[in-house]
């Protein structure tokens, strides 16, 4: 098993496993709200099928249930360009912290 030669490697490798983790519940976060949105919009288009044979008002609940799918598409179009914002900046940092071992 390979062993960390100093403490600031070992600080390092560890503040980027956090990165890590904290970059992953972002994307799992945006993967789920996505699929909740498409799944929403397809709940939608069966109650627009379904509504016209039914003899009751569906347009409020089908309304309501279309903008919650936009909202949980907003959030997760949101949440994946934190990503890559935070990922942009996590290749410049690493990028200087290679340039900065080369020099020493």
Partial sequence: ???????????????????LWRRIK????????????ALLICVVIIRLFIGTFAP????????SL?????LLLVLALLL???????????MLQSA???ITEDEK
Avoid: C, G
């Fill in 1 to 19: 098993m390979p062993q960390v030669a100093s403490e600031i490697h070992k600080d390092r490798l560890l503040a980027e496993m956090n990165d």
């Fill in 26 to 37: 972002i994307i799992n976060w945006a993967m789920r709200l996505s699929v909740s949105s």
């Fill in 56 to 63: 009751f008002d569906l347009s409020t609940v089908l309304a």
């Fill in 66 to 70: 279309f903008v919650l799918a936009m």
């Fill in 80 to 90: 994946f360009l934190m990503e890559v914002a935070i990922s942009s900046v996590k």
């Fill in 96 to 98: 200087e912290y290679l």
